[in-house]
């Protein structure tokens, strides 16, 4: 079954689509991988991880870190969102995937 | 902020029009207006729209079960900022105290409608353990949610797992309790836009 695209769901995919492929400081290469939590290098891969899975223990060391290899506030700005648009968008689609199975079994 | 840029970096306009807020409201501009506000072509005129478009635009949920949606995921993300903000919206939007802390401390004995509360569950165990069944789902419909208000719920949960997440992550100062309820108001006045 193919649902109609909501507004809702139409302005995260707006969101989605901005973050990942306009204009950035951060090439759209490391914001795809901070958006998927996937083949992200040191020391990325610690403050990118903890915003996609345990938000609340990001420290100001992993900040620091983070500039100490060279990345620019404007870099850091971009990923940290790509990262947290990301999780949300994998938790979007396995609830919609999870309602779209529960009908075709009723129906 | 851990980011210089977010509490330096705005444009001259941007910086008077946080001067002018201060002077009026004679209140600190809060960290979430603040963020929405930097490169808002970004990230923060999308985010605007998709929050507002989940939290006022068309539902069968009301705007209270909505902000509670908001503070129940915040809770479970533990982002403190979030909890205060949008439990003090939910209590105003209900007007009932009660409601709201008894949701956030145990669900299962709270007072809501049993809809409700499964989404909520839902909810819960979606953004903790990263995904859910067709068994969670048929749970939520055969408490008498509609497949219309699951997806509604569902985009809740993105908008808040994202503001969440950058509420932490890029360290938002909590406020006094006294301007978390003008924050409230303000959002039951002009929502996310």
Known sequence: MVLTEDKKRAAFRALEDRILNGAGRASPEQRARAFSNAGLSQPLDGLLGSVATRPAQVTDADFATARAAGLSEDELFELVICAAVGQSARLYDAGLAALDDAAEEDG | ?193
Request: some cysteine; aromatic content about 8%.
């Open chain 2, 1 to 193: 902020m851990r980011l210089d840029v977010l509490n330096n970096g705005y444009r001259p306009g941007t910086k008077l029009l946080f001067a002018l807020i201060r002077l009026v409201s004679r209140r600190p501009v809060p960290d979430a207006a603040k963020l929405v506000f930097y490169r808002s072509d970004f990230y923060g005129s999308r985010a605007k729209k998709f929050t507002h478009e989940a939290m006022r635009g068309p539902s069968a949920w009301s705007v209270g079960d909505r902000e509670l949606m908001a503070a129940y995921v915040s809770k479970v993300n533990e982002s403190v900022f979030c909890i205060s903000a949008h439990s003090a919206t939910a209590r105003r939007a209900y007007q009932d105290e009660l409601k709201v802390a008894a949701v956030l401390a145990d669900l299962e004995s709270a007072p809501v409608e049993d809809g409700l509360r499964a989404t909520l569950r839902m909810l819960g165990k979606l953004t903790r353990e990263g995904t859910v069944g067709a068994e969670d789902m048929r749970q939520v419909l055969s408490a008498g949610v509609s497949r219309q208000q699951v997806e509604d719920a569902l985009a809740i949960c993105a908008a808040f797992n994202t503001t969440n997440r950058l509420a932490d992550a890029f360290g938002f100062e909590v406020l006094s309790p006294e301007d978390f309820e003008a924050g409230a108001k303000f959002l039951l006045k002009r929502g996310y836009r």
